[in-house]
């Protein structure tokens, strides 16, 4: 199992910028697929980004295509979203995620995950 401690968030005015980082211990980020994910309060879990094992494919939600990118520096087994163009609805406690075992569920799916940071506040205000 690997653990998944995310930072880098906080709160930033509509138009801002913020990057959100991920450290895993235990496992290498290129051995599976890793995702972002956010739930505002109130809703349901949201898929944000995914990266393949390779790094090569990224995927990401509609309501952040273009805005945000997921990348990864395995030398320091990390993982990274960079947000730009902050809007208030961005505004959620964003999760860092892992899969725990290779598996064909979707990567838009949070049941692709098993192993899942405690989650990062991120306040856009207006």
């Known amino acids: 199992q690997v653990q998944l401690t995310e930072s880098g968030g906080g709160l930033v005015q509509a138009g801002g910028s913020l990057r959100l980082s991920c450290a895993a211990s235990?496992?290498?980020?290129?051995?599976?697929?890793v995702g972002w994910f956010r739930q505002a309060p109130g809703k349901e879990r949201e898929f944000v980004a995914a990266?393949?094992?390779?790094?090569?494919?990224?995927v990401y939600g509609d309501s952040v295509k273009g805005r945000f990118t997921i990348s990864r520096d395995t030398a320091k087994n990390m993982l990274y979203l960079q947000m730009e163009s902050l809007k208030p609805e961005d505004t959620a406690v964003y999760y860092c995620?892992?899969?725990?075992?290779?598996?064909?569920?979707?990567?838009?799916?949070?049941?692709?995950?098993?192993?899942w940071g405690q989650g990062t506040q991120v306040t856009v205000s207006s």
């Open positions: 995620a892992a899969e725990s075992s290779f598996n064909t569920r979707s990567v838009y799916s949070t049941t692709k995950y098993g192993d």
């Open positions: 235990g496992r290498t980020f290129s051995a599976f697929t």
């Open positions: 990266m393949g094992r390779s790094g090569a494919n990224t």
